[in-house]
């Protein structure tokens, strides 16, 4: 440090007066001065290295047989291919990043060459990313953010573009530590902030590792945008390499009709079209014999000589860094999934094309709706793709079943997937991650107002508070109450915790209340808990906890989570599923509803597990209908395992001293063997029956799971006799 001794006196009393210091300080003082970077508040270039173990909760292998199309010569559709199974993963991206790049899973990432792309697309649209519409007949219901959701979106944008630079700086050089040394990353955005992102990739990847800044012309203005100012059209797409190693591989655009008519408009007798060009001063005698004898010169009227160029041997013309040829999906289109920040796979295509080949690893963290995922299979890369919302996992694992089957129909080979939790979300994780002071102290406060979020939501429980606990916050009547962590989803490990407790204490009977729930949590804990003497009920947590008024007025309803009922029925040793029953008990921003309808107007809202349309009318009499009829309407998709038990989940982790172990979770995986879901825009219907299966064991454990029209899925399981 080249600090005078003035200066050395200057900075402590400044600091002992609690003054900040002059801005010329900045280069004095700190190690690493970058020529050019941006600045802004909460910056700190502190990277989490957080390693939790990820849990494989479902496998999809196979798609179920459909009706395959006999091709000419073969009886048979594609087949699976062994070397990998794909990832989709749900989850903060973050926690997800550090966990592949300081976990075991890397060790399989660099066997199969490592990361050559990554493409994302992070949520720009402040508003629009976490709401979805599900549409219900002909109606669309709007969903509100969950709690999870909501969170995310606080951290991302809660102080603007500060807090969304700091969300995207962490995991920009995350992913840059995971890219393959010939790599490269696709970063998404619109005009709002590309300029700032550009600044930011060139800081961590270096400006010569700045490769282009793409503007993509999503669509020609609109007669309205045009008037009113020059129209916004573009997104950019900000294409940053890991090094020099990185190899392009060149993109054409093929020529347009009027192109070739006006250009290539010489034929030979053989039919083939050519463009006549200059030969090149620097041609030698020896070039121009060998292209006279390949038939390549064409003599122009006064004897001139020129070069043949064939419009069957060009590729077209080389794309450059503004894209006006790839379309935005419209409402026909054939890829609309309703998603609705959807990208076009034509865009995500071109990408993946310039920048790797068949085999390669293709990851998208902020995946949505899956477009990477679907390109990336199609065209025989491998995939890792994650997303924190429920809705964007289960509609990319529908896209790629879908995906899986049209290869498969198609004779082409697939592979298969799994999808994964990040398991042992282990709180301490999350309110401490080892970063300086300053975080701790905004620990405490994050403590403090954890304490006030668990009296608020036993006060709508109706439960008294109780501190002598662990685990157990609370009590109502006969039973014990314990609060799921409000920023993470409801894990496994914490039922555990309290299974413990309340069996160290006698406790027999505790409601769990949470707002979301780690998928594939329920199926066997609760027969475990029940067999040890506990009862133990899950109880979802409503948004309307959050409404003071709601609580003063005893309005807010806690529901026990979904529930299945199926059947299995025989046939000799043929075993085939029948789902009867299923129900929710949703209840979604529905407080004083009927004052927030515009009299003429309608408006649909969730109340009881049941989706209900309220009509105004102009006199502001209120109608209502029930949308929901069925117990199946609520369903969006099902899948059968025949038999639970076959595959248990083992996990890796590291150990402290680097060792790769592994270890039995006490859970299975699913293995998706058969499914049904209702298709884009009501073009499959569900069906409520599976195909059968023959058993050739004396009994077996056969698992459904029921993912309904929001994205959230149950599980249960059952034994069944032969
Ligand atoms: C703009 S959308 C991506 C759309 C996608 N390109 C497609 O074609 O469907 C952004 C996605 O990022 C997800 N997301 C936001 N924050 C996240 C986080 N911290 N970790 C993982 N996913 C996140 C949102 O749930 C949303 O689905």
């Known amino acids: 440090m080249k600090l005078t001794d003035n200066e050395k006196r200057d900075i402590v009393n400044l600091i002992e007066q609690g003054k900040s210091l002059p801005e010329k300080y900045r280069f004095l003082l700190f190690d690493e001065t970058k020529q050019v970077e941006l600045l802004w508040n909460g910056k700190s270039d502190e990277v989490t290295n957080i390693d939790l173990p990820f849990q494989i909760i479902e496998q999809v292998d196979e798609p179920r047989n459909e009706k395959i199309k006999v091709a000419q010569g073969s009886l048979f559709g594609g087949s699976k291919e062994n070397d990998w199974t794909n990832k989709l993963i749900w989850g903060d991206n973050k926690f997800i990043l550090s966990s592949l790049l300081n976990g075991p899973m890397r060790t399989e990432i660099e066997k199969n060459g490592g990361i050559k792309l990554i493409y994302i697309d992070p949520p720009f649209d402040v508003g629009a990313d976490f709401t979805m519409n599900v549409n219900i007949g002909d109606n669309s219901y709007e969903k509100k953010p969950n709690v999870l959701e909501h969170i995310a979106y606080r951290d991302t944008w809660g102080k603007g573009s500060d807090s969304f630079l700091s969300m995207i700086y962490e995991r920009l050089i995350l992913m840059k530590d995971l890219l393959a040394d010939d790599g490269a990353i696709f970063v998404h955005c619109d005009g709002r902030l590309n300029s700032h992102l550009k600044v930011t990739m060139e800081e961590i990847f270096g400006s010569d590792n700045f490769n282009n800044e793409i503007t993509w012309k999503r669509q020609t203005s609109s007669g309205y945008k045009g008037k009113t100012n020059i129209g916004k059209n573009s997104d950019y797409i900000l294409f940053a390499q890991k090094s020099n190693l990185f190899q392009y591989k ?270 594939g949590l329920f199926p066997t804990i609760q027969e475990e808990a029940k067999i040890k003497g506990l009862r133990l009920v899950y109880k979802q947590i409503p948004m309307d906890v959050f409404d003071k008024r709601a609580i003063a007025k005893g309005e807010v309803v806690f529901h026990d989570v979904a529930y299945i009922e199926f059947k299995p029925k025989f046939k000799g040793k043929k075993l085939s599923i029948e789902l009867t029953d299923f129900a929710v008990f949703y209840n979604e921003d529905n407080f004083e509803v009927d004052e927030k309808i515009i009299p003429g107007k309608s408006k649909l809202y969730v109340e009881n597990g049941q989706i209900i349309e309220k009509i105004k009318d102009t006199k502001g009499i209120i109608k209502e209908k029930i949308l929901t009829e069925k117990w199946h309407d609520w369903i969006d998709y099902w899948s059968v395992d025949f038999d639970y038990e076959s595959k248990p989940e083992i996990i890796k982790f590291k150990t402290p001293e680097g060792k790769i172990e592994e270890e039995w979770t006490g859970n299975y995986i699913f293995e998706n063997e058969w499914q049904s879901f209702r298709g884009k825009h009501g073009s499959e219907k569900l069906e409520l029956k599976s195909s059968e299966k023959e058993i050739f064991s004396k009994k077996t454990k056969v698992a459904v799971k029921v993912v309904d029209i929001f994205g959230n899925d149950t599980m249960k399981v059952i034994e069944v006799k032969i």
């Open 250 to 519: 060149p993109q054409y655009i093929e020529y347009s009709e009027k192109y070739i008519k006006e250009r290539f408009n010489k034929t030979d007798p053989d039919g083939r079209k050519y463009i006549d060009l200059p030969l090149g001063s620097k041609t030698t005698k020896e070039r121009i014999e060998k292209l006279k004898a390949e038939n390549r010169i064409y003599y122009t009227a006064t004897g001139g000589m020129r070069k043949k160029n064939y419009l069957d041997e060009i590729e077209g013309i080389p794309i450059d860094d503004v894209w006006t040829d790839i379309k935005l999906i419209n409402s026909m289109s054939d890829e609309r999934i309703d998603y609705p920040t959807q990208k076009p796979e034509s865009l995500i295509k071109r990408i993946i094309d310039l920048s790797t080949k068949e085999g390669d690893i293709v990851c998208d963290f902020f995946c949505g709706s899956g477009t990477t995922a679907a390109v990336a299979e199609k065209n025989n890369r491998k995939w890792i793709c994650s997303d924190l919302g429920k809705f964007a996992i289960h509609t990319t694992r529908k896209r790629m079943i879908g995906i899986q089957r049209e290869l498969k129909n198609n004779e082409k080979n697939w592979r298969a997937f799994e999808v994964l939790n990040l398991g042992k979300y282990q709180r301490q994780h999350f309110i401490y991650d080892g970063k300086n002071e300053r975080d701790e102290l905004k620990n405490i406060n994050r403590k403090k107002k954890e304490n006030e979020f668990k009296k608020l939501i036993l006060s709508a429980y109706k439960a008294v508070d109780i501190s002598d606990f662990k685990t157990i916050h609370g009590k109502k009547n006969d039973s014990f109450v314990s609060i799921g962590p409000i920023n993470q989803p409801l894990s496994r490990d914490h039922v555990e915790e309290v299974i413990d407790e309340c069996l160290k204490n006698k406790i027999v009977s505790v409601d769990i209340l949470g707002f979301e729930y780690e998928m």
